[in-house]
């Protein structure tokens, strides 16, 4: 059952699931198999959606809407499908990945030709400052990425050093896809700046809560085991928060795991305890409330420069839905 923001965008997200694969189609049979698989894999649409209520909250309803709402999942789409062969990854959302089925060189180039999608799109918008957003957005993402490559298997990650992975590889992509609609609809910079705001905030929210869940998921509801960040040699926040308390066990346990890439079903259990006692996870879930709580913040700032019909507060009340939402899933 899809939460209850998406109903005020329905009939647009339907449109949308046949513009994902009509915008990628080529003549190739083989490639177009991949794509389908890619694209009925399920995910939450959630930059797609983000950007088509912020379009609906300024009035925007011209011909780039869903060209532009494809582009924010298209950059999303691509970057798991290149971070699936860094992680050789066989699962994604339950389903076995592109690279796991036809090979790391087919999920490299899908999502090569997924980025070349988007590029085409977004130059029809003729908007140096979108175009410019979303290429600033693809640079900061690989960038995070390479930086998140260099923190691998290090205990000592700092806070300052998630923050700064979590900016590029999340909530750069959740501000562009709440700010560019503004390009579209030629507001005003102020309003254009909350927009972004919102979309940065959101986006923090969003991936610390997801590093939570890997310590406190259903893992038949993540698709993925529990504890999945840590044996890729990903120290995340929960646990960054914990190993602050100075526990031994736990530091053994996280030692041994960094070492040798590998955890027994003890050591989990005593692992996923120790980040709850030490407070790890309480720490984190705070964290992602004060963000989403920002969020919320920069919505009503939005508000306060706009003369909004009732369609247009519908958009505000599913976005402000959103805030809630993103500290409230399962996977």
Not at 2 to 25: M, Q, V, W
Not at 143 to 160: A, G, I, N, P, V
Not at 174 to 203: I, M, R, V
Not at 229 to 250: A, F, H, R, W
Request: aromatic letters at 10%; hydrophobic letters at 40%; glycine letters at 4%.
């Amino acid at each position: 059952m899809l939460p209850k923001f998406y109903a005020t965008i329905k009939n647009d997200l339907e449109i949308l699931e046949s513009k994902l694969i009509e915008y990628l189609l080529t003549p190739n049979k083989p490639t177009n198999q991949v794509l389908s698989h890619i694209f009925s894999s399920g995910g939450k649409r959630i930059r797609p959606a983000i950007f088509l209520l912020c379009s609906q909250l300024i009035d925007y309803e011209g011909e780039f809407k869903f060209p532009i709402a494809s582009v924010c999942e298209y950059i999303h789409t691509a970057s798991l499908l290149h971070d699936d062969v860094i992680d050789n990854s066989s699962l994604r959302r339950n389903k076995p990945t592109v690279n796991s089925i036809w090979g790391d060189e087919t999920a490299v180039l899908s999502g090569d030709l997924i980025y070349s999608a988007a590029c085409r799109l977004m130059v029809k918008t003729r908007s140096l400052e979108l175009i410019d957003d979303f290429a600033e957005c693809i640079r900061f993402m690989s960038e995070s990425e390479l930086f998140q490559l260099e923190l691998l298997w290090k205990k000592d990650t700092s806070l300052s050093d998630y923050e700064r992975v979590v900016a590029g590889k999340t909530a750069i992509l959740f501000q562009a896809s709440a700010k560019t609609p503004c390009y579209l609809k030629n507001t005003s910079q102020e309003l254009a700046t909350h927009f972004a705001n919102f979309g940065k905030f959101l986006g923090f929210a969003f991936q610390i809560f997801d590093d939570c869940l890997d310590y406190e998921g259903n893992e038949e509801l993540l698709g993925k085991p529990v504890v999945t960040d840590l044996l890729e040699g990903k120290v995340t926040l929960p646990l960054i928060y914990s190993l602050q308390s100075e526990n031994k066990n736990l530091d053994i346990i996280v030692s041994s795991v960094l070492e040798n890439g590998k955890i027994s079903s003890e050591e989990k259990s005593k692992l996923l305890l120790h980040v709850k006692e030490c407070g790890g996870l309480e720490k984190s879930f705070n964290l992602a409330e004060l963000y989403s709580q920002k969020a919320r913040d920069a919505l009503n700032e939005i508000a306060k420069l706009l003369i909004l019909s009732e369609k247009q507060k519908l958009a505000l009340d599913a976005l402000n839905q959103i805030t809630y939402f993103v500290l409230n899933r399962k996977n």
